[in-house]
């Protein structure tokens, strides 16, 4: 996993760093200018224009400037504070934004670049450093340089749009102990591989999932399950007879419309993790069964769609997680902006991150917040961020796919929040195996099985 951190943490960094701040300063200059000259394919008898702010951003760029001339480049550089907002930039082969760095709050109107490719110096002028929100127009960069590591700026909101291709610099600037990481393809690692010995009931998931009329995300989440690892799914859909919604190798539980609860319960200490949620329905007689399946069991479990609705609000969901026995599992949550929203009593926000780390500390569950940049935190306010998707996963369904995902890496043993970010991975990088139109729920398990066997591209 990658480090990401914040502004504030960047400026505890820069406090507390080994080296002057001139030093850095060059090497951050040195960094970005040999990011400018890859885009220009060599320095000799190019035209750069800088647009340098006041701070270390600007710093950053003008020392950058210094180098680019020393290798033969003609360089302007530009007084960002004097710049009509949409005035055209000189003619040039690269613009450098140097205007304004991650610490910035306000509105930023830019010159106008044109169609000349520009290089963001840490990240693009305009974009907010902990969130990716945008006041105005801001440049919108060919290569971003930034130092250290990543910021969330650049993964969250419109940062990545504006940002292009991201290189981190490594400028000797220790940055800690983040508490923020993105997962990466290394991370599968985590993934406990099934023994020379395993049985099928090592790693077996309970999905509660589906009704009458809703059947196919019961079928998308325990599809998804299998072919996330687990070695049985036992699936059960109330008001549905066994043989009628299940895939061909799940185990088929008939359940009662009501009161369904004490069969699932009964045959829980088989598994090593329940699912449940996804087309349930949201009548009070659901809501009552899930609260009371969730508060009595101990095995993990990761809920969702109307799971989470049949939860009503943070206060009470948290009671639920309250109750559940001494040494009871993880609980994860992986709701999409509507339904955080409902739990949290208001909408995540341009501060994705602070908002999901807030609604895990308020229920005492591992919360998942679905988008282009998903977000995890766990109620100690550890956050894993995944970037692996596309758009190709805003489709109906993809969601009960990524809770059978995160069922059974919670049944092989993860943590919550390595179960829920990982799967987040590897649902995302499933989908980047499918058609790039045309993708639908029903393709992502046997593409998951692919990311997992190691068999994609």
Not at 219 to 248: T, Y
Not at 249 to 254: C, D, F, Q, S
Not at 287 to 313: C, I, K, M, N, W
Not at 343 to 354: Q, T
Request: contains cysteine.
């Amino acid at each position: 996993m990658r480090p990401v951190v914040t502004t504030a943490e960047m400026q505890a960094a820069d406090a507390a760093a080994p080296v002057p701040v001139d030093v850095l300063v060059g090497r951050a200059g040195w960094a970005v200018a040999a990011g400018a000259a890859r885009l220009l394919s060599g320095c000799y008898g190019a035209r750069v224009v800088v647009v340098a702010g006041k701070g270390n951003n600007g710093a950053d760029g003008r020392a950058a400037a210094e180098v680019l001339a020393r290798r033969g480049a003609g360089v302007t550089v530009l007084d960002a504070g004097a710049l009509a907002a949409g005035a055209p930039l000189p003619a040039a082969d690269v613009v450098i934004d140097a205007a304004y760095g991650t610490g910035f709050r306000g509105e930023y109107d830019p010159p106008d670049a044109g169609d000349t490719p520009v290089v963001a110096v840490d990240i693009p002028s305009g974009v907010q450093g902990d969130t990716g929100a945008v006041r105005g127009a801001a440049l919108r960069a060919d290569l971003t340089v930034t130092m250290a590591a990543l910021k969330p700026g650049l993964l969250l909101g419109d940062g990545p749009d504006r940002s292009g291709r991201v290189e981190v610099a490594d400028i000797g600037l220790p940055v800690g102990v983040p508490s923020a990481h993105l997962v990466e393809d290394a991370d599968l690692a985590w993934i406990p591989p099934r023994p020379h010995a395993a049985h099928k009931w090592m790693g077996a998931v309970w999905v509660v999932a589906g009704s009458p009329g809703l059947r196919g995300a019961a079928q998308l989440c325990s599809r998804a399950a299998l072919r996330a690892g687990s070695g049985l799914v036992r699936i059960g859909s109330p008001g549905l007879g066994a043989d009628d919604h299940a895939p061909s190798e799940a185990v088929a539980v008939g359940l009662p419309a009501t009161g369904w609860e004490t069969t699932v319960e009964a045959e829980l200490p088989r598994v090593r993790a329940l699912a449940v949620g996804p087309g349930l329905g949201r009548s009070d007689a659901v809501g009552e069964s899930v609260r009371r399946l969730l508060s009595t069991t101990t095995v993990a479990a990761v809920v969702d769609a109307d799971g989470l609705y049949a939860l009503g609000d943070a206060a009470e969901a948290a009671a639920v997680i309250g109750a559940r026995p001494a040494g009871a599992g993880p609980v994860v949550f992986t709701p999409h902006d509507g339904e955080f929203a409902r739990l949290a009593g208001a909408p995540a926000g341009e501060d994705r991150i602070a908002a999901v780390r807030g609604l895990a500390a308020a229920t005492g569950a591992v919360v998942l917040l679905k988008g282009p940049t998903t977000v995890v935190a766990d109620p100690g306010g550890a956050v894993l961020l995944s970037a692996s998707g596309d758009a190709r996963l805003a489709t109906p369904g993809t969601g009960d796919v990524l809770t059978g995902v995160v069922a059974a890496f919670l049944a092989r043993g993860l943590d919550g929040l390595r179960a829920a970010a990982v799967a987040a991975h590897v649902h995302g990088r499933a989908a980047l195996l499918g058609p790039r139109v045309g993708l639908v729920a029903g393709d992502l398990p046997d593409l998951v099985a692919r990311v997992l066997s190691g068999t994609g591209p």
